[in-house]
């Protein structure tokens, strides 16, 4: 089994009863506790228009992450390339490049990370450029003449790319472009093993990687009991099925005792499927969880996430799941 890297996956989340600044101070005290714990990344999604998400305006934020820590590298997972000009996340990341050199990721994806009303708000592109946009960006970041202009911020930085993806295009894409790659299995799991096989296989070495470099996305709600891990993994129960049954979107809401079990059985099983990708329990569970995912997926790196109410909770899960994952390395080596 390979002892891949730890990372989080944050969405910075407003909570119902808080504020945009207590979520942004929340994101602070979690990427310092990561740093420390030894994680490797701490990444934050472009979302828009949707009361519990405070990433929106995710370079701004990372900036925010990078003052708090000093170590850790900071990036997106992702920046929603079509949402933007390549020119503007070039001055972004070219400025985060300067603030924080060497610790800088910058993981892209195509979808709007809205809905549509939103997207037209945001003069959303057309998706299908998506592989020129990357293209340009990197023209931009190399200081290519053939553009006909220096971007300042953004010529001489060197973010570290990566594709995001939650189908085939995305794995394909990185495959051509001999990136690295990102699997969003923490909310869209269905595709996994064949998104990951498709990358490996029809990947092109090229200046920047010589192999495939697969990341997989999960979510972890790890408390020191069982029973209290299952409690507060109804906050991210409650946002999963209020999303797929066109519900209003609002602010991450608190647990609830016997949430799950309170739902009709369609939508247990649709929720199940949603999060089959996900870890709930004491510190042994997610470790055989962890141990199984590896063996399954061969993954260099994993990238955890999850939407916890509570902030000490959140800590504490966060945490654990650092100490199921050496826990499940260690028990491979034996």
């Not at 990036?75 to 400025?95: D, K, R, V, Y």
């Not at 939508?267 to 499927?273: F, I, V």
Request: proline share 6%; hydrophobic share 45%.
């Amino acid at each position: 089994m390979t002892n891949p890297t730890l990372s989080i996956l944050d969405l910075v989340p407003i909570l119902e009863g808080g504020s945009i600044s207590q979520a942004l101070a929340n994101a602070a005290d979690l990427a310092s506790l990561a740093e420390s714990l030894g994680y490797s990344r701490y990444w934050v999604a472009e979302h828009h228009g949707m009361p519990g998400i405070g990433g929106a305006a995710t370079s701004v934020v990372l900036a925010h992450i990078g003052a708090h820590t000093k170590s850790i590298r900071i990036g997106s997972g992702g920046i929603m390339l079509p949402n933007h000009t390549p020119l503007q996340i070039a001055e972004q990341f070219g400025t985060l490049d300067a603030l924080y050199p060497g610790r800088v990721d910058l993981g892209m994806g195509r979808a709007p990370g809205s809905d549509r009303l939103v997207s037209r708000a945001l003069h959303n592109g057309d998706a299908t450029t998506f592989p020129q946009q990357i293209l340009e960006l990197q023209a931009y970041f190399a200081g290519d003449p053939r553009m006909g202009f220096t971007a300042v911020p953004g010529a001489g930085a060197a973010p570290e790319i990566w594709i995001l993806g939650s189908s085939l295009y995305g794995a394909q894409l990185a495959a051509a472009l001999g990136l690295p790659y990102a699997f969003a299995s923490h909310f869209a799991p269905a595709m996994l093993d064949e998104a990951i096989e498709t990358y490996r296989r029809q990947f092109k070495p090229s200046a920047i990687l010589d192999k495939p470099h697969v990341m997989v996305a999960c979510s972890v709600f790890a408390a020191d009991r069982a029973e209290e891990a299952k409690l507060i993994a109804t906050t991210q129960q409650q946002l999963f099925v209020n999303i797929r049954t066109g519900q209003p979107r609002g602010r991450v809401p608190a647990p609830q005792e016997g949430y799950y079990e309170s739902l009709p059985d369609q939508t247990r099983y649709l929720l199940d499927d949603m999060m089959s990708c996900s870890a709930i329990g004491s510190r042994e569970d997610v470790s055989i969880f962890m141990e199984a995912l590896i063996s399954r997926t061969k993954a260099d790196e994993i990238i955890i996430g999850g939407q916890i109410y509570d902030n000490a909770a959140r800590l504490r899960s966060f945490a654990i799941a650092a100490e199921a994952l050496e826990a499940a390395t260690m028990v491979a080596e034996a």
